[in-house]
């Protein structure tokens, strides 16, 4: 797990700068915030640091501008559980829509997933020699009194060679041993990978228990369901898989005896707490203008049920408790019907920092195109790449697009740099589907191939609206 200790907030915006373009100001704000969990795990005074909560942010900004990539990005920067929800998905108790607690229960999973899988790669060696010592159980078994010590192996290969005297009793350990040995050579040379072996592995499937699900008491459904499959006895089942592919489940399988789970949900429970990072999209989509009947009703209900999680409260998950008072909530909305102030006053207070983020102009969609670390033209030209192809853009032809993707989102809807997706989906469209068959491998996409590959959307403005 990276330390938050040494991530300056100056630190933390360099970083987000590889992935996302400009949105200078939200970018400050998410990096004060996290550098604050910090600042506040290093007082002394216990009371103190309890009573020092997040500062919740909000994001004002319309779609494609790089709100949710902000949030997700900061989350992978610092290891901490990170879980995206949109707002419009809970309704209040008596409408149809997932219960507002789901959203930490989410979180705990999350959580746990993270330290589990860490724990895993701790054990992967010890895991990888026990799952050697399985495969040669399978191979080689332990003798029994009217059994062929020899196992699977040597069972087969005795069919072609000439039968030989029985080994005496008290032989059959040392033969076995011998047995065992020389398998274990063999393995270790790689010479048995593609051998068939039938295993006895244990049976993941859980027993079904779905009526409880989309309901507000699914988080009691999958109680409900890990309860009674630690009552059921584990069940096994007999497969025939290549020695290759039983390492691997061997191995899967014997890690996840070595781990703790016990210390794995105590731990996880402890991160959500105190790293846990909630996106809460769509916020706009339940704010109330105006009237207060119909949809509204249900809207402002939701607000209300979100506001207990964002304040600070307990919920119970299959892990046990979870409180939520230093989890970082950072919600996210166009806000283009609506404003900030048509929220709930109480939710409002629980939002005190506010960031807006500024639509993307033509400067940025070029340096979208190709600035950062996993820019869309590399992506393009590594999938390309794959077939072959040498694909290059010229400058005047990055240009273009840029200019293309500013005026399409100006006379059509704004989707801010999803637009730059959509174009140059249909840019290479053609390039896409002729490149295993094409045998001139380099291509050089300028001005004049931009222009003729996008020609109806760039002279027919009515038509862009429905392509693009």
């Known amino acids: 797990m990276n330390s938050l200790n040494e991530q300056t907030p100056r630190q933390i915006v360099e970083a987000l700068d590889k992935y996302i373009v400009g949105q200078k100001e939200a970018k400050r704000a998410v990096a004060i915030a996290l550098r604050n969990r910090w600042r506040s795990r290093q007082l002394d005074n216990a009371s103190m640091q309890d009573d020092i909560v997040p500062k919740n942010i909000l994001m004002i900004g319309s779609t494609g ?201 105590e731990t996880a429970v402890k991160l959500a707490e105190n790293s846990g990072i909630v996106f809460l999209d769509e916020i706009d989509k339940v704010a109330v203008s105006g009237n207060t009947g119909g949809h509204d009703v249900s809207r402002e209900g939701v607000q209300r049920d979100i506001l207990p999680i964002v304040e600070g409260s307990t919920v119970m998950t299959k892990y046990g408790a979870v409180k939520t008072d230093h989890i970082l909530f950072i919600a996210a909305g166009a806000f283009h019907t609506s404003k900030p102030s048509d929220l709930i006053p109480e939710l409002q207070g629980r939002f005190p920092i506010r960031v807006e983020l500024k639509s993307l102009k033509k400067e940025d969609f070029k340096r979208i195109l190709t600035e950062p670390q996993n820019a869309l033209l590399k992506q393009y030209k590594a999938l390309l790449g794959t077939e072959g192809i040498k694909l290059e853009f010229a400058e005047d032809a990055i240009d273009r697009l840029a200019q293309l993707a500013c005026d399409v989102n100006a006379q059509n809807e704004n989707i801010g740099a999803r637009r730059l997706h959509t174009i140059l989906e249909k840019l290479l469209e053609e390039l896409s589907f002729e490149a295993p068959d094409m045998e001139e491998k380099d291509v050089l996409i300028d001005t004049e191939y931009v222009n003729k590959a996008l020609q109806d959307i760039v002279v027919n403005h009515d038509l862009s609206q429905f392509i693009l």
């Open 65 to 265: 501008v790089g709100k949710t990539e902000i949030a997700r990005r900061l989350a992978k920067l610092v290891d901490a559980p990170f879980i995206k929800v949109e707002a419009t998905k809970f309704t209040e108790v008596g409408y149809v829509g997932r219960d507002v607690e789901s959203i930490i229960r989410d979180l705990a999973e999350t959580s746990v997933r993270m330290i589990r899988q860490q724990r895993v790669k701790d054990v992967q060696e010890k895991a990888k020699e026990m799952a050697q010592e399985r495969i040669l159980d399978v191979l080689v078994p332990e003798p029994k009194k009217s059994s062929n010590p020899f196992g699977q192996l040597f069972g087969s290969l005795a069919n072609n060679e000439e039968a030989e005297e029985e080994t005496p009793q008290e032989n059959e350990p040392k033969q076995y041993q011998a047995g065992r040995e020389w398998c274990r050579k063999k393995l270790e040379a790689g010479e048995y990978e593609d051998k068939i072996i039938e295993i006895d592995i244990e049976d993941s499937s859980k027993p079904m228990v779905g009526m409880f699900a989309g309901s507000s008491l699914e988080g009691m459904g999958d109680n409900l369901q890990d309860m009674i499959g630690s009552m059921m006895p584990k069940r096994r089942k007999k497969r025939k898989v290549t020695v290759e592919q039983a390492r691997k489940l061997f191995q899967q399988e014997e890690a996840m005896k070595l781990v703790d789970m016990e210390e794995v949900q």
